[in-house]
């Protein structure tokens, strides 16, 4: 493990090279995107309702195409070889659903099979388990009576099993009550720290501030600011985020925050 | 990766609260028909046996065969009970007498017109109409739904090829659901000689055959189905969708293919044929008019003599006229009858656009109750009114013609009480039933289609999921 993190530490397992999506109605949702996540990195990106972050992830997992630009999981173009690339990455959805007849432990076994890995015991099912914090009562209810923060722990369960160098997340701590919020914190922390490279969508900007290695703020689909963590000190992201999801920023504007930030 | 998808979408159906409560409602209704239809069949060949003895006691009453009333029966057969086709809907008994044309009376709806309006429940009508609607049921959201549900993008946030996902979603809910039809469908027969009903070899054949192309007929509903689903975003609409689809191919495009072919082929009904017949008889009277009035004898001809020869004059004419009628009521009846197969045929063609119509064909000729069935039986009927009718003819000089039968009196003067006549001499009906090879190249046609069928929709599943848009 450690020596495989060395040699790719070099190149980006998650990059975002010119990416423009105008969809059929002329909604231009992302506009000419450049983000890179190494490996050992969580970005953030933050950005309003309609900003662009979903779009961002669907093109990195092949359910739409580009207009232009590409997205590589691992240097692989996720849309010219889907398959490929899709073995290097695992996915939360803002709202994981799984199959509401199936138990957590069945739900969990096939997605993580359907992932590629076939060689885990239940043990390592209930170990993945225990570590999102679901408690053990439910590991073998049918997912029809889970809550939706139930549901979310067992998508992290899956990511974490599925074991993929890249990690992609849509707003996964969305219905997770803040104790379960903090461990999640926590949890994708230590993914990090395993040499994963996680892109998250979010719209918790402490936590992406308390976390990330990187912050991106998209407004209309364009990355109008990018910050790491060392930069983000002592600034105030709450404000600068709240400004450029107000609206547009003048390149005068934009200097002018990010003075103010420095000061 | 197939194997994977297919065993979850078995799992899947096999544990849903859907797939519990119909495969409950088919198994009760697939183990009812064959056991109603063991029912209608025991009955039915108990009323036949006694109809029969019936007919033999009155026939054994007559003291000699000129008075013989004779009727010949359809015999029952278990096949006709469990895809009755068009058997309650055809005459049953027919009278045979020696010459002359044949009619079918008593349709099994005479007896009990109850059935007439709510119709059996035969296979044909479980798998026509409840199976296909429980496969629509059963696959309207079968790939709609997962995508609502955002089960579909999980998945497919996995290297997993399209290709492999669909057709292990197809395979996996066509084996889990006709796995869970098998089952009723093999408790059905090994119920009918339970009951008591023996099916030869080739009964067993035929009926082996008319549930494969069951299968085939739910499986290409589900197909069709999980195609739909997968050119619709939201269940709702795929349902709807199905419903329509379903209700033209079961419901409407039969019925209007016998419509529209009514139209298309113009087939003159019976009393406007019956009135041709009579015109033409009429004509024929009053063409021979002239004639009887140029009768004429030698002056001084003994009345008695006059009487005799005019009896013999009227009697050469009336002998030329039904002649002649006869050659002209057969070519009627000839074209009638080219007319409505010709129909028959269009109706028959126009409607096997629709799968519901194929399979309907399929079954009953499999079962020999389709239309074929009607002519099957009035062919026998007439091979046996030749037999009959020399049988006859050897007893009494006539053939058995009632109707304008002269009395002859024999004067036998022996005093006796006349002796009855042995009824058993009189030759066995024997309906002949569609040899398996003619069965088989008939269905071929039918049969292939339903696999076409399949083919297409699955495929159609196959290439519009490989289009879907999985967000
Ligand atoms: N299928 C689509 N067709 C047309 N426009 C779309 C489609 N999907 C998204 N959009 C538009 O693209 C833009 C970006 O949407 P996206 O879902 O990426 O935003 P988001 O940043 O994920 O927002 P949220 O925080 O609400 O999840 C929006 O203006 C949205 O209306
Ligand atoms: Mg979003």
């Known amino acids: 493990m450690e020596t495989a993190n060395e040699t790719i530490k070099q190149a980006p397992l998650l990059e975002a090279r010119n990416l423009t999506k105008v969809y059929e109605d002329g909604v231009k949702a992302l506009d000419n995107l450049n983000i890179k996540v190494m490996p050992g990195e969580i970005y953030a990106m933050l950005g309003g309702n309609g900003a662009g972050k979903t779009t961002t992830i669907n093109i990195f997992l092949d359910f739409i195409q580009p207009t232009n630009g590409n997205a590589f999981i691992n240097g692989i173009d996720s849309n010219s070889d889907p398959l490929e690339a899709k073995k290097n990455v695992a996915f939360v959805s803002e709202n994981v659903q799984l199959y509401p007849n199936f138990t957590a432990m069945q739900n969990i076994d096939f997605f993580v ?14 170990n993945a388990l225990n570590r ?55 949890l994708i922390g230590e993914l990090r720290d395993e040499g994963k490279a996680i892109l998250m969508s979010t719209h918790d900007i402490f936590r992406a501030k308390e976390i990330s290695d990187h912050v991106g703020i998209l407004n209309n689909g364009e990355l109008v600011a990018q910050r790491t963590n060392a930069e983000l000190k002592g600034v105030n992201l709450e404000q600068l985020y709240v400004e450029y999801m107000a609206g547009y920023m003048e390149e005068t504007d934009q200097n002018l925050v990010l003075t103010n930030d420095l000061n | 990766m197939f194997k994977l998808i297919f065993i979850k979408e078995l799992k899947e159906i096999l544990q849903s609260s859907r797939f519990t409560i119909s495969f409950a409602v088919c198994s009760l209704l697939i183990i009812l028909s064959f056991f109603m239809g063991a029912q209608n069949y025991l009955a039915g060949k108990a009323q036949y046996e006694a109809a029969k003895q019936e007919n033999y006691n009155q026939i054994a009453a007559n003291t000699e065969w000129m008075s013989v009333n004779h009727s010949i029966m359809l015999p029952p057969q278990p096949l006709m009970a469990l895809v009755t086709g068009i058997s309650n809907d055809i005459g049953r008994d027919i009278e045979v007498r020696g010459r002359g044309e044949l009619s079918a009376q008593n349709t099994r709806f005479n007896d009990e017109p109850i059935f007439a309006i709510f119709r059996f429940m035969d296979l044909e009508f479980i798998f026509g109409v409840i199976l296909s609607l429980f496969a629509i049921i059963f696959a309207y959201d079968a790939i709609n739904g997962e995508k609502v549900s955002g089960t579909l993008k999980l998945c497919f946030s996995n290297s997993v090829s399209r290709a492999s996902f669909i057709a292990g979603k197809l395979a996996g809910s066509f084996a889990g659901l006709s796995v869970a039809l098998i089952i009723p469908l093999l408790i059905g027969c090994a119920l009918l000689p339970v009951l008591g009903v023996n099916l030869t070899g080739d009964e067993w054949l035929r009926l082996g055959l008319i549930l494969i192309s069951g299968l085939a007929y739910f499986g290409l509903f589900l197909a069709l189905t999980i195609g739909i689903s997968a050119m619709t975003n939201k269940p709702s609409n795929s349902f709807l969708i199905g419903l329509v689809v379903w209700i033209f191919a079961v419901l409407i495009t039969p019925r209007a293919s016998v419509l529209i072919s009514g139209r298309m082929v113009e087939v003159p009904n019976v009393d406007e044929i019956t009135s041709e017949k009579n015109r033409y008889r009429f004509q024929l009277f009053a063409d021979d008019r002239p004639k009887m009035a140029d009768f004429s004898v030698p002056e001084g001809t003994e009345p008695q003599q006059v009487m005799q020869e005019f009896s013999k004059y009227m009697s050469e004419l009336s002998e030329e006229r039904a002649k002649k009628t006869e050659i002209f009521e057969e070519k009627i009846n000839e074209q009638y009858i080219n007319k409505r197969r010709q129909q028959e045929r269009l109706a028959l063609s126009l409607s096997r656009i629709s799968p519901a119509s194929v399979f309907s064909i399929a079954s009953t000729e499999l079962a020999g109750t389709s239309l074929g069935l009607q002519n099957r039986y009035m062919d026998s009927a007439q091979d046996y009114q030749q037999v009959y009718n020399d049988f006859m003819t050897e007893k009494t000089g006539t053939g058995g013609m009632t109707g304008f039968r002269m009395i002859i009196s024999t004067d036998d003067d022996s005093g006796e ?5 042995d009824a058993s001499e009189l030759p066995e009906f024997e309906f002949q039933k569609a040899t398996l090879s003619s069965t088989a190249s008939r269905s071929l046609l039918d049969l292939g289609l339903l696999i076409l069928f399949n083919i297409v929709f699955f495929g159609g599943a196959f290439f519009a999921f490989l289009k879907y848009d999985l967000r």
């Open chain 2, 417 to 421: 009480e006349p002796e009855t006549i």
């Open chain 1, 113 to 126: 099979r359907l992932g590629g890995k076939s060689n885990y015991k239940r043990s390592d099912y209930e």
């Open chain 1, 132 to 186: 999102v914090g679901l408690q053990s009562e439910a590991f073998d209810k049918k997912l029809r009576d889970f809550s939706k923060g139930m549901r979310q722990k067992c998508g992290i369960a899956i990511a974490i099993l599925k074991n993929a160098p890249a990690i992609l997340l849509d707003e996964p701590t969305s219905g997770l009550d803040p104790k379960a919020g903090k461990e999640f914190t926590k």
